[in-house]
């Protein structure tokens, strides 16, 4: 059993660019979670999605930052015009259908450098 | 509001002996707690958790503490191993709400 996905690991973008990351959750998970982690710092909660709906969006900024999690096909994280402070650790959880009280599988995470 | 946080940010062990990292944490309705292990360039990984209703839980060479009491939650790591350095966050949940993560200790083993 495949565990979370993320692709692409590392990625640099241009300030004014968008980056798009995207997360497949495990085999079976239908709950999906995103976070942020700066250097040295612990991970802080942006948003939680299930198939077709945000459950929970407070702490995602309001503007230039978007997520969704398809019928079909992974999660995705949008950050529109990105600048240097989106530089970061993304992070990408799935828990099981028992919903947001039960454990949550990490992924490896994906890089974004800002230059 | 919520917040989690760690009394010791860094912790350094001679191999062999015990670690224990602590948490204190804000939110009294917080129903679910769990340690994930960070090693370098890598996600958290799962390490033990413990619900509310619980004081005491183990795994294997692991041990999660929890006093509601004072909101105090603890991780022992018995014979620690070099394998074991990382960084190790506590995380709370509340009643299926997004969990709450603190800012992490980072463990350090000593030959």
């Known amino acids: 059993n495949a565990g979370v996905m993320q692709n692409p690991r590392h990625l640099v973008r241009r300030r004014g660019q968008e980056a798009r990351l995207r997360c497949s959750p495990m085999?079976?998970?239908?709950?999906v979670y995103w976070y942020r982690q700066l250097p040295e710092e612990g991970l802080k909660f942006m948003v939680y999605l299930q198939k077709e709906n945000i459950i929970d969006e407070s702490g995602m900024p309001k503007e230039r930052f978007s997520a969704e999690f398809p019928k079909e096909g992974p999660s995705i994280l949008r950050i529109q015009q990105v600048v240097r402070g989106d530089s970061a650790a993304y992070f990408c959880a799935s828990s099981p259908e028992q919903g947001a009280s039960g454990e949550q599988y990490f992924g490896p995470g994906t890089r974004l450098t800002v230059t | 509001g919520e917040s989690v946080g760690l009394h010791l940010p860094t912790l350094s062990v001679q191999e062999g002996d015990n670690s224990i990292i602590n948490c204190a944490y804000s939110n009294s309705a917080s129903d679910y707690f769990i340690w994930y292990k960070q090693e370098s360039g890598k996600g958290p990984q799962f390490i033990i958790d413990i619900r509310s209703n619980m004081d005491k839980r183990q795994g294997q060479r692991v041990t999660v503490l929890l006093n509601k009491t004072v909101k105090h939650l603890s991780l022992q790591i018995a014979a620690t191993q070099p394998g074991d350095s990382a960084v190790y966050f506590c995380?709370?949940?509340?009643?299926?709400?997004?969990?709450?993560f603190g800012p992490g200790t980072r463990l350090s083993v000593l030959p």
């Open positions: 085999k079976g998970h239908s709950h």
């Open positions: 995380a709370e949940n509340n009643y299926g709400q997004n969990f709450v």
